[in-house]
């Protein structure tokens, strides 16, 4: 009998567990995940582990389907040619589909002193670095939190609760993606907390050093400790693999996630640009895209053409301390809308998505195939940013030409 598909899966986040989970479809696809942990990090519950109301360590055995083999490493070149994953051990992992989900991390800051002074929080060691720290500063010492999307506003929250006096410095405006009514609500409960705002152009930080931040507008903010959450960036792996990648460092692909270098190499989550138009970052975009990269490997080795993205939910859920949160509603082109669920019943909400994500990965672990999200009909919302960006016509032509697969003596070899 002719051995299995091999499918190496890089990265072991949202997109990463997703994808592998799915893979195992088949029996006749050998699937290994390379990640750098032995555990799986719960990002959206990092911001807990800084308030110290919770945990984001989640162990593998329960999101991880038994028949996919992990190994605890890093990834340092692929050889697109050679069809094998350079491993920081030194070892190779040979394969005939990779799935590329490296996911993203702090976009190390450009700003004088950040990086000597600030603590990033994006990734579970970055938040192992600050806790020390933070436990060691005095509970009136002055913190300032960097950043005002989800992470900054949710960290400033739940420091805030537990006594802390905490600036926001937003160095634009107050959760970006919120429509304004959300973002009054968000205001208003960062308000009640004691939370100081700082927002507009003029609140661009400049400068850090040991003990204050410096705005555009030449003010200088006491600060005992900084944390940094403003943007994210992606590894480097992609480009210093020779791999087409947008200005991020985003692998470039098209509308089926599969790079525009190699169709055996294929793409999801953060570290995606498909058609160079990248989703937002989020594990709501993460885990469809996860499953439907998936998808377009499962369908060439079937012989069939894989099928191009969908539209995708439009939400942000923001926790505001223990008690209180917000569900802000989006559209198919994921716009925030009028829309939204505030207060306790927002706080519950963002609860339930936080176990429901979990509990998405372990039954696709336990019954790989019956995630669906990824496949809600329509598609308008993706195509009008498409066509927004100037990338329709081209992205459209791709998957028209989209192969459904190599030979089928290579495809199933059972």
């Given at each position: 009998?002719?051995?299995?598909?091999?499918?190496?899966?890089?990265?072991?986040?949202?997109?990463?567990?997703?994808?592998?989970?799915?893979?195992?479809?088949?029996?006749?696809?050998?699937?290994?995940?390379?990640?750098?942990?032995?555990?799986?990090?719960?990002?959206?519950?990092?911001?807990?582990?800084?308030?110290?109301?919770?945990?984001?360590v989640v162990d593998y055995r329960e999101v991880l389907a038994r028949?996919?083999?992990?190994?605890?490493?890093?990834?340092?070149?692929?050889?697109?040619?050679?069809?094998?994953?350079?491993?920081?051990?030194?070892?190779?992992?040979?394969?005939?589909?990779?799935?590329?989900?490296?996911?993203?991390?702090?976009?190390?800051?450009?700003?004088?002193?950040?990086?000597?002074?600030?603590?990033?929080?994006?990734?579970?060691?970055?938040?192992?670095?600050?806790?020390?720290?933070?436990?060691?500063?005095?509970?009136?010492?002055a913190v300032t939190v960097v950043g005002a999307g989800p992470t900054?506003?949710?960290?400033a929250a739940e420091l805030a609760e537990r006594g802390r006096g905490?600036?926001?410095?937003?160095?634009?405006?107050?959760?970006?993606?919120?429509?304004?009514?959300?973002?009054?609500?968000?205001?208003?409960?960062?308000?009640?907390?004691?939370?100081?705002?700082?927002?507009?152009?003029?609140?661009?930080?400049?400068?850090?050093?040991?003990?204050?931040?410096?705005?555009?507008?030449?003010?200088?903010?006491?600060?005992?400790?900084?944390?940094?959450?403003?943007?994210?960036?992606?590894?480097?792996?992609?480009?210093?693999?020779?791999?087409?990648?947008?200005?991020?460092?985003?692998?470039?692909?098209?509308?089926?996630?599969?790079?525009?270098?190699?169709?055996?190499?294929?793409?999801?989550?953060?570290?995606?640009?498909?058609?160079?138009?990248?989703?937002?970052?989020?594990?709501?975009?993460?885990?469809?895209?996860?499953?439907?990269?998936?998808?377009?490997?499962?369908?060439?080795?079937?012989?069939?053409?894989?099928?191009?993205?969908?539209?995708?939910?439009?939400?942000?859920?923001?926790?505001?301390?223990?008690?209180?949160?917000?569900?802000?509603?989006?559209?198919?082109?994921?716009?925030?809308?009028?829309?939204?669920?505030?207060?306790?019943?927002?706080?519950?909400?963002?609860?339930?998505?936080?176990?429901?994500?979990?509990?998405?990965?372990?039954?696709?672990?336990?019954?790989?195939?019956?995630?669906?999200?990824?496949?809600?009909?329509?598609?308008?919302?993706?195509?009008?940013?498409?066509?927004?960006?100037?990338?329709?016509?081209?992205?459209?032509?791709?998957?028209?030409?989209?192969?459904?697969?190599?030979?089928?003596?290579?495809?199933?070899?059972?």
């Open positions: 009998m002719a051995g299995k598909t091999d499918v190496v899966v890089v990265g072991g986040g949202y997109a990463g567990v997703m994808a592998a989970n799915r893979l195992t479809r088949r029996d006749d696809v050998s699937v290994t995940l390379v990640n750098p942990r032995p555990a799986f990090v719960h990002r959206i519950r990092l911001h807990q582990v800084v308030g110290g109301t919770g945990t984001a028949d996919v083999r992990l190994v605890v490493d890093s990834v340092t070149r692929i050889d697109a040619a050679g069809r094998s994953a350079q491993l920081a051990s030194g070892a190779a992992v040979g394969y005939d589909y990779l799935l590329y989900a490296v996911g993203s991390g702090s976009a190390g800051p450009q700003v004088p002193g950040a990086a000597e002074f600030a603590y990033p929080i994006a990734a579970l060691e970055e938040v192992q670095r600050l806790l020390p720290v933070l436990d060691a500063a005095p509970v009136p010492a900054g506003i949710e960290t905490v600036t926001l410095v937003c160095g634009g405006v107050l959760g970006p993606y919120l429509h304004r009514r959300g973002r009054r609500s968000v205001a208003g409960r960062l308000a009640a907390l004691g939370v100081k705002v700082v927002q507009g152009p003029a609140a661009e930080v400049v400068a850090v050093t040991r003990e204050a931040v410096r705005l555009a507008d030449g003010r200088e903010l006491p600060s005992a400790l900084t944390i940094w959450t403003a943007g994210f960036g992606v590894p480097d792996l992609a480009r210093r693999s020779g791999l087409g990648t947008d200005a991020l460092g985003r692998l470039l692909t098209d509308e089926t996630l599969t790079s525009v270098d190699d169709d055996r190499i294929v793409a999801a989550g953060d570290s995606a640009a498909p058609s160079g138009l990248a989703l937002r970052m989020s594990c709501q975009t993460a885990m469809p895209l996860g499953a439907r990269a998936a998808d377009t490997i499962l369908s060439r080795l079937a012989g069939q053409r894989p099928e191009p993205l969908r539209r995708l939910p439009g939400a942000q859920c923001v926790s505001l301390g223990r008690g209180t949160g917000v569900f802000q509603f989006g559209n198919r082109s994921d716009v925030a809308v009028w829309f939204h669920i505030g207060g306790r019943l927002g706080a519950r909400m963002k609860e339930a998505v936080c176990k429901g994500v979990v509990r998405h990965l372990a039954d696709e672990a336990r019954k790989p195939g019956g995630y669906r999200l990824h496949r809600l009909k329509g598609v308008a919302g993706r195509r009008a940013a498409l066509a927004g960006a100037g990338a329709g016509a081209a992205a459209d032509e791709r998957v028209s030409q989209a192969r459904p697969g190599p030979a089928a003596e290579e495809t199933i070899k059972a």
